[in-house]
């Protein structure tokens, strides 16, 4: 009687497997390429969705020869590149907007902090990319770059993701100038020579980045500049027409607070030089000094804490609560930012 029942109890295993096999082998397996199926089609569809919607706002950047891309950021006629794009300043430079419509362009406007330059052409009813946000960008983020590739392919579209971010980059050549960029978005989609000064979208079809730079020693390491970067700038340049911002006029070094601490001294900004006329001469800033706090904000080593940063967030004008450190003293004075002559 249990033989019997040990035999009964191994056949409804052996079936019970067989049923599960043929229902993974045949069912969820069947699922699962139609998952895969639907989900490359819906990547299909984004990338699409993203090129289709904004092919009119991509732009080529030329003299006598294609140079690079630019984007539309305002319907009257604002378009950025990359300063690099247009460091020469002899050439006039047009722009090429659709497959061959040619426009000159009127004005340029180099950034003196970062590799950007805001082009001005006369033509107004354009479509004007909308700008997102960099800060929220994820590594494995999907990403979309559109650009002049090689200076000869335009409209040239790749795609990839966020491999990195917040890199540290030295970019640019002998001949347009060497340039330290930092917190700089990494992907691997193909940006090329002439995608400088292009958009690299988000899936949803934001700029999230301005396409800078390509390494030359590896393969499907690009380069891109957060688009929050230079919102700041951008802004500036609507209200006041120009890249103008406010300066103090020193040069200083870092204090860790572990240096400060071995030392016994205030963290902060050591003063190092002062420029002569400049905002913190009139205060009467002295070298030695060391600036700590600015309108409350502590000035500390992290990108969010320097001074130059913080100085970049005032307005020309603008009077600002400056405290520092000097005889074993805090002191504090009001200073009236000016821009640089």
Do not use: C
């Not at 950021?73 to 300043?89: A, F, R, Y």
């Not at 590739?149 to 993701?161: H, I, K, P, W």
């Not at 690299?200 to 020693?217: D, Y």
Request: glycine share 10%; charged share 25%; aromatic share 6%.
């Amino acid at each position: 009687m249990k033989v019997k029942n040990i035999k009964w109890l191994v056949i409804g295993l052996f079936l019970g497997l067989l049923v599960m096999f043929l229902i993974f082998k045949f069912g969820f397996k069947k699922e699962i390429i139609n998952i895969t199926k639907q989900e490359i089609l819906d990547e299909e569809s984004m990338v699409i969705r993203v090129v289709e919607n904004s092919t009119m706002s991509v732009v080529t950047i030329r003299t006598d020869r294609d140079l690079g891309t630019g984007f539309i950021i305002s319907q009257d006629g604002l378009i950025v590149t990359n300063k690099h794009v247009v460091v020469d300043l002899e050439p006039k430079y047009k722009v090429v907007i659709g497959k061959d419509e040619i426009v000159e362009v009127k004005n340029i406007y180099r950034d003196p902090l970062n590799d950007l330059a805001i082009l001005k052409i006369d033509k107004t009813g354009l479509k004007a990319l909308n700008l997102g946000d960099s800060d929220k960008l994820k590594v494995g983020q999907s990403l979309i770059a559109i650009g002049t590739a090689l200076g000869e392919f335009r409209s040239t579209v790749t795609t990839g993701v966020v491999s990195g971010l917040g890199r540290g980059i030295v970019a640019g050549s002998p001949i347009e100038g060497i340039e330290k960029l930092t917190n700089v978005i990494q992907t691997d989609a193909a940006i090329n020579p002439g995608n400088s000064g292009g958009p690299l979208f988000n899936s949803g079809g934001q700029v999230v980045g301005v396409n800078v730079a390509v390494s030359q020693s590896g393969q499907n390491i690009g380069f891109a500049l957060p688009i929050n970067l230079i919102k700041e700038s951008i802004n500036i340049f609507k209200t006041t027409g120009e890249f103008e911002r406010p300066y103090l006029g020193v040069g200083y070094k870092m204090i860790s607070k572990e240096v400060a601490a071995k030392n016994k001294i205030n963290s902060g900004a050591y003063v190092e030089s002062i420029t002569e006329n400049s905002p913190a001469y009139k205060a009467k800033i002295q070298k030695g000094d060391i600036i700590i706090e600015i309108d409350g904000q502590k000035l500390t080593e992290s990108d969010n804490g320097d001074l130059v940063k913080i100085i970049n967030t005032k307005k020309i004008g603008e009077i600002i609560a400056l405290k520092y450190f000097r005889d074993n003293k805090e002191q504090t004075v009001s200073v009236k930012l000016e821009k640089r002559q």
